[in-house]
């Protein structure tokens, strides 16, 4: 099993931007993706879920608030609550909290203006499967590109995220957007479903500025590695 190539399904949705980068990165890293359109019921086989990053929807109303009721979100709401692995970048970040399967909301920008740059992010938590190639305190330099990334959480629900030690990447000196306590990245209270506003899949190779998103991409590969269903 060790050496099997990890399945991971890469959902994409109208409005989607980045799905054809998340595949690319995924295989570059060893991955077989399957694309899955949003108005597909059941998902194949897989060991991971992505949710990558885009426009879904046009972001008409709020981001990832239209998305979250398309027919695939039942059957990856359904994958994560097994145990499966669930990894939403940006827009797919959005559309978790929506869907509340991550704690908090995505609200604009503090700058109330688009950011695009290379960030610096600090790993607060190593334990996740999407950390485990990292160590606490790890700087990772790694894109975003976002008009809504502020993380926010009301102080009884980030006292709680905290407690559980749910917040797994934190902006750098330069908070990026205002987000509460600086957070770039949540986990659910089981580890398996995680979401941040920087792009992994736009740093996968040291040409394009930092290979350090593929810590976090090859981490979730590691653990994805037996397919999901034949691990329960």
Not at 49 to 59: E, H, K, M, Q, T
Not at 75 to 95: E, K, P, S
Not at 118 to 128: K, L, S, Y
Request: net charge negative; proline share 6%; charged share 20%.
């Amino acid at each position: 099993m060790i050496g099997r190539r990890p399945s991971v399904a890469v959902i994409a949705f109208p409005g989607s931007n980045d799905d054809h980068d998340a595949e690319w990165a995924l295989s570059a890293l060893g991955a077989r993706t399957q694309r899955v359109w949003h108005a597909e019921a059941e998902l194949p086989n897989v060991g991971a879920v992505v949710l990558p990053g885009g426009f879904s929807y046009g972001d008409y109303l709020r981001c990832g608030a239209l998305a979250r009721f398309s027919p695939v979100m039942q059957a990856v709401a359904r994958f994560a609550a097994d145990g499966g692995l669930v990894l939403g970048i940006c827009n797919g970040f959005q559309i978790l909290c929506e869907a509340g399967l991550l704690p908090g909301v995505l609200l604009p920008n503090d700058s109330l203006s688009f950011v695009c740059r290379d960030v610096e992010v600090t790993v607060t938590n190593g334990e996740t499967p999407f950390t485990a190639r990292c160590d606490e305190g790890d700087s990772l330099t790694i894109p975003v590109k976002h008009g809504e990334g502020r993380w926010f959480a009301d102080g009884a629900l980030y006292d709680e995220v905290r407690r559980r030690h749910q917040i797994v990447l934190r902006y750098g000196d330069d908070d990026t957007n205002g987000s509460s306590g600086r957070v770039a990245g949540v986990c659910n209270a089981d580890r398996n479903v995680f979401g941040l506003m920087p792009h992994p899949e736009h740093a996968v190779d040291p040409l394009l500025g930092s290979g350090d998103g593929a810590l976090i991409l090859a981490s979730m590969l590691d653990a994805a590695r037996v397919p999901f269903a034949a691990a329960v």
